[in-house]
């Protein structure tokens, strides 16, 4: 399961940082998650939940960020959200397919907070 893998790779991450920072106990985990990263919400946090126990993270928060798909509009000249999840979209505007993302493919670790 995509997610698993996901959770325990975070979770690896943040007890790095933690030790680093000579902490023993991870307070909240922050991440960004485009809507075209491919996570399922609510897979991911029923696998944190399993990946967190008996490490440093056993109590941590996920608090996670979901950003909505951007595509670039070149004849306006702005953004648009995606309304699908192919990465490809007419811009709403004027009627321009679009396959230049801005936004939607993020997964990333924002923050951790130790104690
Ligand atoms: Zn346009």
Redesign the pocket.
Known sequence: MHEFGLAVRMIEIAEEAARAAGATRIESIRLEIGALAGVVPEALEFAYRGAREGTLAADATLDVTYLPALAH????D?D?ELDNRFGIAD??????P?ADLRQGRELQLRDVAVA
């Open positions: 509009c070149a004849t306006c702005a648009f811009c709403p505007t004027c009627g321009a679009s």
